[in-house]
């Protein structure tokens, strides 16, 4: 099995765990696939631009961003992708046209690996208060849990102690303010914590606030020997 793309030696990994009262889990990339490419490549066959429709571009990167955050709704963010689309397109699917712009954006959204929250599940049972921390948005956020419960059988509320999500926080990674609220909340200091996240812009904020992190690779299964401490 493929190990973590790990910023350190694995011995390094198991003895950050030591004295580690909260841990703090990403959740795209990291717990579930995230996969961006497939929601631009849904709108691009739905008419939209190439060139205005990548992550690079700058204005749907700050739209993007704005949503996470909470700044923009649902609506106005389906808004400004449908004026991405052609007159003739939009026409076209008339009151169709959110329901494919929602399955073309939710289309990012990968699949669940039902032993990572069974790993959550026994993290708690040693002790370990287990949080998420995640960049997302309403639009998502409601499919991930719908999902996950269909999957699971369980709620995703049912794995975790305390879910900090960047839309309902008005805050976003990596912005310092985020793991401020974060650890404000959860009563503890940063070396009180480990933080696993796919970005290393991420993984760098939370260790400018002294929070040891972990970089995950993207949508990587995990290595048995992250519980064979």
Same mark, same amino acid.
């Given at each position: 099995?493929?190990?973590?793309?790990?910023?350190?030696?694995?011995?390094?990994?198991?003895?950050?765990?030591?004295?580690?009262?909260?841990?703090?889990?990403?959740?795209?990339?990291?717990?579930?696939?995230?996969?961006?490419?497939?929601?631009?490549?849904?709108?691009? *066959?739905? !008419?939209?631009?190439?060139?205005? &429709?990548?992550?690079? /571009?700058?204005?749907?990167? =700050?739209?993007?961003? %704005?949503?996470?955050?909470?700044?923009?709704?649902?609506?106005?963010?389906?808004?400004?992708?449908?004026?991405?689309?052609?007159?003739?397109?939009?026409?076209?699917?008339?009151?169709?046209?959110?329901?494919?712009?929602?399955?073309?954006?939710?289309?990012?959204?990968?699949?669940?690996?039902?032993?990572?929250?069974?790993?959550?599940?026994?993290?708690? *049972?040693? !002790?370990?208060?287990?949080?998420? &921390?995640?960049?997302? /948005?309403?639009?998502?956020? =409601?499919?991930?849990? %719908?999902?996950?419960?269909?999957?699971?059988?369980?709620?995703?509320?049912?794995?975790?102690?305390?879910?900090?999500?960047?839309?309902?926080?008005?805050?976003?990674?990596?912005?310092?303010?985020?793991?401020?609220?974060?650890?404000?909340?959860?009563?503890?200091?940063?070396?009180?914590?480990?933080?696993?996240?796919?970005?290393?812009?991420?993984?760098?904020?939370?260790?400018?606030?002294?929070?040891?992190?972990?970089?995950?690779?993207?949508?990587?299964?995990?290595?048995?020997?992250?519980?064979?401490?």
């Amino acid at each position: 099995m493929k190990e973590f793309l790990y910023k350190f030696a694995f011995e390094e990994i198991l003895c950050m765990f030591e004295g580690k009262k909260v841990l703090i889990f990403d959740l795209g990339g990291v717990l579930i696939d995230l996969h961006i490419d497939r929601s631009f490549s849904a709108f691009i *066959e739905m !008419g939209a631009a190439p060139s205005l &429709l990548t992550e690079r /571009n700058c204005l749907i990167n =700050e739209y993007m961003m %704005r949503f996470d955050r909470g700044d923009i709704s649902t609506a106005e963010m389906f808004s400004y992708i449908a004026s991405q689309l052609s007159p003739q397109v939009c026409e076209g699917l008339g009151p169709l046209l959110n329901g494919r712009i929602q399955d073309a954006w939710n289309a990012m959204l990968g699949d669940y690996a039902p032993y990572k929250f069974h790993w959550i599940n026994e993290l708690r *049972e040693r !002790g370990y208060r287990v949080v998420m &921390l995640s960049n997302t /948005n309403d639009g998502h956020w =409601e499919k991930i849990e %719908r999902d996950f419960e269909a999957t699971m059988g369980k709620p995703l509320s049912a794995f975790f102690d305390a879910f900090y999500l960047s839309y309902r926080m008005r805050l976003r990674k990596p912005e310092p303010g985020i793991f401020a609220e974060l650890l404000a909340s959860e009563g503890v200091k940063p070396c009180d914590c480990l933080f696993f996240d796919d970005s290393a812009e991420n993984c760098d904020a939370a260790r400018a606030m002294g929070i040891d992190s972990v970089l995950m690779e993207r949508n990587a299964p995990w290595s048995n020997d992250l519980l064979n401490e």
